[in-house]
């Protein structure tokens, strides 16, 4: 199976920082590559698919990129309601793994 | 308002059997394929399962296969989760969600429904 792996596993930003999360594929998943937020206690949300394809409603300072094994999401500018964790999911075939997550919080 | 809403948790023995509904509204539901998701208290997402919009693809993670069941009515709009030989590390919000047209990544989510598998 392939395996998923995301980094860091936390991080505090500055309101206002980029922040950059990375996301690895043991092997190439075809760009089926999806990224999800989960506040605190809430239910996880939809964000990006398809490596880069921003879902409807989703702020435009949250993009996807990447290709092949190596996948990135980025926070242009990190603000209070971004605090969160985020989750990336392969889905080109089974099982449709998550990768471990990544807690972000303001500094 | 598109929305899944998950039903059916409780606290159960270990070894024992639970089933999970989902109802589905605000769409066709028999258009698309839908997944089940679990997180353990404290820990992050996992794929658990998934079925085509006609039921003719079915999957599992290896921890759930050979003890769950997924299966849907589309007459219902109803998605279940049949589950046996419960385990502790089974213990866990699940969330039924709606696959994309034609993928399996998770749309729309429910608000989840806890299983306690304990003694």
Sequence with gaps: DIQMTQSPSSLSASLGDRVTITCRASQGINNHLAWYQQKPGKVPKLLIYGTSTLQSGVPSRFSGSGSGTDFTLTISS??????ASYYCQKYDSVPFTFAGGTKVDIK | EVQVVESGGGLVKPGGSLRLSCTASGFIFSNFGMNWVRQAPGKGLEWVSSISSSST??????????RFTVSRGNAKNSLYLQMNRLRAEDTALYYCATGAYGDYYSVIWGRGTLVTVSS
């Design chain 1, 78 to 83: 990190l603000q209070p309601e971004d605090v």
């Design chain 2, 57 to 66: 693809y079915i999957f599992y993670s290896d921890s759930v296969k050979g």
